[in-house]
């Protein structure tokens, strides 16, 4: 059942659920009424009759003005019968009138006055007091006009009811379909969307209504799929085309060594060169998959207390073993009350913060890099200096994208995957980096994260 149907449907139902109810309230107090009405004049036609009865020796003017002024009129089938004390019948009306049963008897004399239905007959028992003795007055009549007019109002009632409910359907069901009619747009547009055109958005409307804010949630998502597909894309071309050119070079220098006749010194010379090639292509490897695990799942990496410094120092010491003609300084601010501790990924800190301080050392002309560690309203900042060339202005953002090298490395070496892996690890600790860079100040990086 699709979801037009079933909003045709529950709105069919309540609406007839409602309408029966409000049908049944009006016939039901209609036939109160009726009833309180009817018991109304049989109890006049009682109380008529026993004043006639019981006064019938002294029949005068009066007894007639009294007559004239209660308005005695006949009901429908009416019958008046009194009993006396002894449940027998004093006066009857008619042949035709109902026999009582003796616990019906009793039950008008405990009750004093009593009103009942028996088919469509109503009967009405009143106990009057007559010579210091108990008699009962029997009314009973058939309101022929009363429940022609009850049958009559449940028939109006009864098809306006119908009627109402066919017209509530067909406006229901029109109702439902102007209502999801946008969603069937969506869904129309949805269906042309292709990884070819990811392009292509819904219309967000006057973004007031849930299915406007659907419509921007879906664009939203759009636009991250858009950007990954982009940038997988990037990633893929970038990483052929890295990989490729150590590989070529490798490639080129052992087919050389095979053909020429080299000395053992200059065979020394290719197989460093190609050891240096090697590292470097596997170094790019490592940061292209520590990028693409942490892409594809950041919830799986367990977070301890970590304290920066020591880590900062474990790097010192492993950097100054590969390059002794490295400076890297190291500072804590002396007001710092706290250690420089953070909850983190230990190993993921680690290659974050080594690719920091190597880029500081390696684009500095005296390979020199300044750490310097402070903290301030319970976040870590760490900034990393040197004075290397200027990074553009209009480089500063890109530096921080896979593959993208600032203008300042063209004679360093490098596949530009570091930064952007930093930047990764960073926000996973839900931390910031930023970079500024001038000739009077060089090249600094800061990191945040919080305490």
């Not at 007639?64 to 004093?90: F, P, R, W």
């Not at 009811?161 to 949805?190: D, E, H, N, Y």
């Not at 070529?248 to 053992?264: M, R």
């Amino acid at each position: 059942m699709t979801i037009r149907t079933r909003m045709a449907v529950l709105f069919l139902g309540i609406f007839s659920v409602l309408l029966l109810v409000f049908s049944a309230v009006i016939y039901f107090e209609s036939e109160v009424y009726r009833q309180k009405e009817y018991k109304t004049r049989l109890r006049q036609e009682a109380l008529t009759a026993a004043t006639i009865i019981f006064n019938k020796n002294e029949i005068s003017p009066d007894l007639l003005k009294l007559l004239d002024k209660n308005n005695v009129t006949a009901l429908n089938q009416e019958e008046i019968i009194i009993y006396d004390i002894d449940d027998k019948v004093i006066y009857e009306s008619g042949s035709d009138s109902p026999n009582l049963k003796h616990e019906l008897l009793n039950q008008i004399r405990k009750q004093k006055e009593l009103f009942w239905e028996e088919n469509d007959l109503e009967m009405y028992g009143i106990v009057i007091k007559n010579n210091s003795k108990d008699y009962i007055v029997l009314a009973s009549s058939v309101d022929k006009y009363g429940l022609e007019k009850q049958r009559n109002l449940a028939l109006t009632l009864g098809f306006s009811a119908l009627l109402l409910v066919c017209i509530s359907a067909i406006t229901g069901w029109i109702f439902a379909r102007r209502m999801l009619f946008p969603i069937q747009q969506m869904i129309k547009k949805i269906d042309r969307i292709r990884a070819s055109q990811l392009n292509l958005r819904l219309d967000e409307g006057n973004k007031a209504d849930e299915l406007e804010q659907l419509s921007i949630r879906f664009n939203q998502m759009l636009d991250r799929l858009e950007h990954a597909f982009q940038t997988q894309r990037s990633f893929v071309s970038h990483a052929s085309h890295e990989l490729r050119t150590p590989l070529t070079a490798i490639t080129g220098q052992i087919q050389v060594s095979l053909l020429a006749n080299d000395n053992p010194v200059d065979l020394k010379l290719m197989i460093q060169s190609v050891l240096d090639d090697v590292q470097q292509l596997n170094k790019l490897t490592n940061n292209l998959l520590d990028l693409t695990s942490i892409d594809a799942d950041d919830t799986k990496f367990k977070h301890t207390l970590v304290n920066v410094l020591e880590v900062i120092w474990q790097i010192r010491t492993e950097l100054l073993k590969k390059n002794p003609d490295y400076q890297i300084l190291i500072s804590l601010d002396d007001s710092a009350e706290l250690m420089p501790e953070v909850k983190g990924n230990e190993g993921l800190l680690f290659t974050a913060l080594i690719n920091l301080i190597e880029n500081g050392a390696k684009f500095s002309p005296t390979h020199t890099v300044e750490v310097k560690i402070k903290i301030e309203n319970q976040v870590l900042l760490i900034d990393f200096h040197n004075e290397g060339s200027v990074i553009p202005a209009n480089e500063l953002n890109q530096i921080f994208e896979p593959f993208k090298r600032g203008s300042n490395s063209r004679n360093t070496k490098g596949h530009g995957v570091g930064l952007s892996l930093t930047r990764r690890i960073v926000q996973l600790h839900k931390g910031e980096i930023k970079v500024r860079s001038s000739e009077t100040e060089g090249t600094t990086f800061t990191l945040l994260l919080p305490k």
